[in-house]
């Protein structure tokens, strides 16, 4: 209980700050889209860093020579809140000038979209929100998501199970998903996480967070245009084996 007190003081202390934060990083997107989204995206990933020490999570993450230079769609399953938070604070790649984060944006539901300061800070690092109940307003996040991701700056997230889940299968990715990698051309890297519901959700009653480890791993990026067309016809089961055979592996190395 005193974790998740801790965590919710911090939150509320970081959207008080973040509405002066704000300001100057709609100031500093007037002039460079890209640098605004590398400032958002530094300060969220060391918020979600700084949470993840609050709740005493430890993250063992592997495949981090797999994160492609330019953008990608990271695909995964969905198991918890503290997924996206796992995810993001770890995607780094070593440069010239040392590690970086790289500008990360997530695919959520049209919902959050209504949630007051959580939005504009979604908005900031990238995020994009997607209404599944309306097929032209989908379309047109997805094509919006396609001219980010062609752009080469940012890289997209995204959980095409469509809600979290704590069963041993995963629910079957929605194809639609993967319009994103296949109309920009850019990699689907998959996403196998473990645990991270563990550190909440399987625990509900009590409104505790628990310390516990968290096991995170990038697969290797699969190039949609190499792919035949049977492939690309099936590509959400083509893509989830890939899930589950990173999830069946990570598995493996914990026993």
């Given amino acids: 209980m005193i974790r998740l007190i801790i965590i919710f003081i911090f939150l509320v202390l970081f959207f008080l700050i973040g509405l002066f934060t704000n300001l100057y990083i709609m100031i500093v997107r007037k002039k ?10 530094r300060i969220v990933g060391n918020g979600f860093s700084l949470i993840l020490t609050i709740a005493g999570t430890k993250k063992i993450v592997k495949g981090l020579e797999n994160i492609p230079e330019s953008s ?40 959050i979209d ?11 690092i990238g995020c994009l929100f997607l209404d599944r109940k309306d097929t032209r307003s989908a379309l ?8 980010i991701l062609k752009q080469g700056h940012q890289s997209l997230v995204i959980y095409p199970e469509g809600t979290r889940g704590h069963k041993d299968t995963m629910a079957p990715f929605k194809k ?26 399987n625990n ?4 505790k967070v628990r310390s516990r480890k968290v096991y995170l791993t990038f697969g290797e990026p699969i190039d949609t245009a190499s792919l035949d067309k049977e492939t690309l016809k099936h590509i959400d089961s083509y893509v989830q084996n890939k899930v589950a ?4 592996q990570t598995k493996k190395e914990i026993a």
Avoid: Q
């Fill in 72 to 111: 990608a769609l990271y695909v995964g399953n969905h198991r918890s809140y503290f997924d996206i938070v796992i995810t993001h604070s770890s995607l780094k790649k070593a440069g010239k000038s040392g590690s970086y984060r790289v500008p990360l944006g997530f695919i959520a539901k049209i919902e």
């Fill in 204 to 207: 509900p009653w009590i409104l």
């Fill in 32 to 41: 460079n889209a890209n640098k605004a989204t590398d400032i958002s995206n």
């Fill in 245 to 248: 055979e990173l999830i069946e």
């Fill in 114 to 124: 209504k949630v007051p300061f959580l939005r504009t800070w979604m908005r900031n």
């Fill in 176 to 201: 639609g998903s993967f319009k994103l990698a296949e109309k920009s051309g850019v990699p689907i890297v998959p996403v196998a996480i473990l645990g991270s519901d563990d550190i909440f959700e």
């Fill in 140 to 147: 047109k996040s997805i094509l919006t998501g396609v001219d």
